[in-house]
């Protein structure tokens, strides 16, 4: 599977995708209210994405909250969706079409207090080395000051995942950093 037949799949998805959604969590403020104990790790001036966005729920709930939010997804169709939901609330949301790989096209690294990536989006990155690149390049855009915040003990295993795929010459993705300390699993200089 390709992306471009997942993107040209959920052109057509994308008009009749809240059936996915259960009722419970259709309307924004409710579709956030599920992430309320992560959400409260943020700082008041906060700047989120919401990344795979589909059509915009959790997005617009955080805008509607006052978090500044842009918002991405691999499909012009759901980031379009994304948009008119966002202009039918009044919340301000940046949507922009940009798959995984394309995200350092439009944002700096650590530009996000928080990143999401919610839904069933993941599991079509093809296998485990995309799976590994969209994570990693999510990862990039959190900043290290929301990092070392981190309470949550979910938040705490994905900052050491971040570090550990992120700190090694020899690493799984063979990225570098500067990070002279490293003691993750995958450490190229152990």
């Avoid at 040209?8 to 104990?37: H, M, N, Q």
């Avoid at 485990?128 to 000051?145: H, V």
């Avoid at 295993?157 to 490293?182: E, I, M, Q, Y």
Wanted: proline content about 4%; overall charge neutral; charged content about 25%.
């Amino acid at each position: 599977m390709t992306e471009v037949a997942v993107v040209t799949g959920y052109a057509a998805l994308a008009e009749v995708y809240e059936w996915l959604i259960s009722d419970a969590k259709l309307a924004p403020a409710e579709f956030v209210a599920s992430f309320d104990d992560v959400l409260s790790l943020l700082p008041s001036n906060a700047h989120v994405l919401d990344c795979s966005c589909g059509t915009g729920q959790l997005a617009v709930g955080l805008a509607g909250r006052g978090i500044q939010v842009s918002a991405t997804d691999a499909s012009a169709a759901m980031v379009r969706r994304t948009a008119e939901l966002s202009e039918e609330f009044g919340a301000s949301v940046r949507a922009v079409r940009a798959s995984w790989e394309e995200l350092p096209d439009h944002f700096e690294d650590a530009t996000f207090d928080m990143v999401f990536c919610v839904g069933n989006s993941l599991h079509h990155a093809e296998g485990a080395r995309g799976r590994g690149a969209a994570l990693e390049s999510m990862s990039r855009l959190r900043n290290t000051a929301s990092r070392s915040r981190s309470r949550s003990p979910r938040l705490t295993r994905l900052d050491r995942l971040s570090s550990a795929r992120n700190c090694c010459p020899a690493g799984p993705t063979g990225t570098r950093n500067s990070k002279p300390n490293c003691t993750g699993p995958d450490c190229g200089r152990k």
